[in-house]
């Protein structure tokens, strides 16, 4: 009911809404019905509502969010370029960044802001790509069997990248198996003329080969992998640099970002490269520059040149193992990390013990915060607890996303 008005795009988020926008009240914690006086204010074209209509213009649906998936999937057959679909229980989002970076030297590119990858970011990054996008891509997140199959049906993927199988969520899906399961949905969703990327490193990844109906391209460290990485070399702020064998050539790669679990990260993206026909070697150049999305292996320095490591947005035990690796690499004297929670895992006491011995084992202090899960007593002030840092320390801040670490990140280098 109402005018009828011309929409430019949409947003579920009525502060960040721009004018022209569809405005799509959600209920969740919040019921977004709440808000769509405020985003009418905001400029909004219209808005959708299971609720009766008030003023303005409004679409009225049984189900809000089911509206967005299909205005979603509605969108998808117009747009005719390669749709990547990047999964994995870890790296997802780094690769999506690092995929949205390396080929937009190649097409115009669009991608999931941040790390909206679910039934509401997907497609609302679908909904809003710019006129001109030739080539889209989409991280897509699950916490249970047949959210990815979903998440598919709505953007039709024609290559699927799947990073890593760890323990993310396996409390949900009765282990990591089903975890591996869970993420092969992607796999399974593919094309006969699409491409499945896979991480040959990882043996629950390298398995999905046989559930693709499409070709499958292997990247790693892998003997047999045809996009290959070889001869990695890490800096002092523990940034990597590798050589990247492919058929498309041999291209020589400097990371600007840290941790050496990049590296497969950064050949997943270059591989999407190669599958859309772009230059291997002005990606490769282009991933020295790039930014990841915010908490991921943020290296800051404090006013004394102190060294933070901040990659606080999520963590479970195989992304922790991996920044504890990128925390020891560094030529820091005294490396200390304060680690909050790993939720969400199958075996919480032995995996977090676990991470107290591998940190220890590489001359890591660790200072928990909030749980008493690694064996030692928690701190309750981590920034107190580190006390006065000086240019010889290295601090990694990490935890699940629940556990809000960013807060002491961001104390550290006030």
Wanted: net charge negative.
């Amino acid at each position: 009911m109402g005018p009828n008005v011309v929409i430019d795009g949409v947003s579920f988020d009525s502060r960040s809404l721009l004018p022209g926008q569809l405005f799509v009240p959600l209920v969740a914690e919040r019921d977004g019905h709440d808000f769509i006086d405020g985003a009418l204010g905001r400029g909004a074209a219209a808005y959708l509502t299971s609720r009766p209509a008030g003023a303005g213009t409004a679409i009225e649906v049984p189900d809000t969010l089911r509206a967005l998936m299909q205005l979603g999937a509605a969108m998808r057959p117009r747009f005719d370029g390669p749709v990547i679909g990047i999964t994995g229980s870890v790296g997802k989002t780094s690769t999506k960044d690092l995929a949205w970076a390396a080929l937009a030297t190649a097409r115009p590119t669009w991608a999931n802001e941040r790390s909206f990858n679910n039934e509401q970011g997907l497609p609302t990054a679908l909904l809003n790509m710019p006129a001109g996008t030739e080539v889209m891509v989409l991280e897509m997140g699950m916490r249970g069997f047949g959210e990815i199959a979903a998440l598919c049906d709505i953007a039709q993927p024609t290559i699927g990248v799947v990073t890593r199988v760890a323990e993310a969520h396996s409390d949900l899906l009765g282990g990591i198996e089903g975890v591996a399961r869970a993420k092969a949905e992607l796999v399974r969703a593919l094309p006969a003329h699409g491409t499945a990327v896979l991480n040959a490193d990882d043996p629950r990844v390298r398995a999905m080969s046989a559930a693709s109906a499409a070709p499958v391209l292997l990247y790693g460290e892998a003997a047999d992998a045809q996009v290959q990485v070889c001869d990695i070399v890490l800096d002092e702020l523990a940034r990597a640099s590798f050589t990247l064998r492919s058929p498309w050539g041999t291209a020589h790669v400097v990371l600007g970002i840290s941790g050496r679990h990049m590296v497969a990260n950064a050949a997943a993206a270059l591989a999407c490269v190669g599958l859309v026909g772009g230059d291997l070697h002005a990606a490769a150049a282009a991933l020295a520059n790039v930014g990841l999305t915010a908490m991921r292996m943020e290296v800051q320095r404090t006013a004394a040149g102190a060294i933070v490591l901040n990659d606080s947005y999520n963590a479970n035990p195989t992304s922790m193992r991996a920044a504890l690796d990128a925390l020891a690499a560094l030529p820091a004297p005294r490396k200390r990390a304060v680690l909050g929670l790993m939720a969400e895992i199958s075996d919480p006491i032995s995996e977090h013990l676990a991470i107290l011995e591998y940190a220890t084992e590489r001359g890591i202090e660790v200072l928990a915060y909030g749980t008493d899960l690694y064996g030692v007593s928690p701190v309750n002030d981590p920034v107190a607890a580190l006390g006065s840092l000086a240019g010889g320390d290295a601090v990694l801040v990490k935890g699940s996303r629940v556990v809000g670490l960013e807060r002491v990140a961001a104390a550290l280098v006030l």
